[in-house]
Nanobody, 123 residues
């Protein structure tokens, strides 16, 4: 399984970005996909995750109401729509896939990782 994250960039506080995660190598709908982020000097943290169908999702408290995760199983892609961005959202964002069909939220649950995309929010 290979994951390719894209869509990061520099945005002002209050702005929006949409990240994409293209997944290849296995039947896409057979596993869960999540987004994590890691700021300099901090541990990687959970941001959002979706189960196999996209009907079940979960979010970190810090992004609830601002971020939306979705998946298109026909396109083998998962999206993270990020609105009302804050400087504290600045980090490298990683997408990951897990060999399970349910929503999972810890790094240990995930088996495959993409290379990350930088998101920088200026104040």
């Amino acid at each position: 399984v290979q994951l390719q994250a894209s869509g990061g960039g520099l945005v002002q506080a209050g702005g929006s970005l949409r990240l994409s995660c293209a997944v290849s190598g296995r039947t896409f709908s057979s596993y869960a996909v999540g987004w994590f982020r890691q700021a300099p000097g901090k541990e990687r943290e959970f941001v959002a995750a979706t189960g196999w169908s996209g009907g079940s999702v979960d979010y970190a408290d810090s992004v609830k109401g601002r971020f939306t995760i979705s998946r298109d199983n026909a396109e083998n892609t998962v999206y993270l729509q990020m609105n009302v961005l804050k400087p504290e959202d600045t980090a490298v964002y990683y997408c990951a896939a897990a060999n399970t069909m349910v929503v999972v939220t810890t790094t240990l649950d995930y088996d495959y990782w993409g290379q990350g995309t930088q998101v920088t929010v200026s104040s």
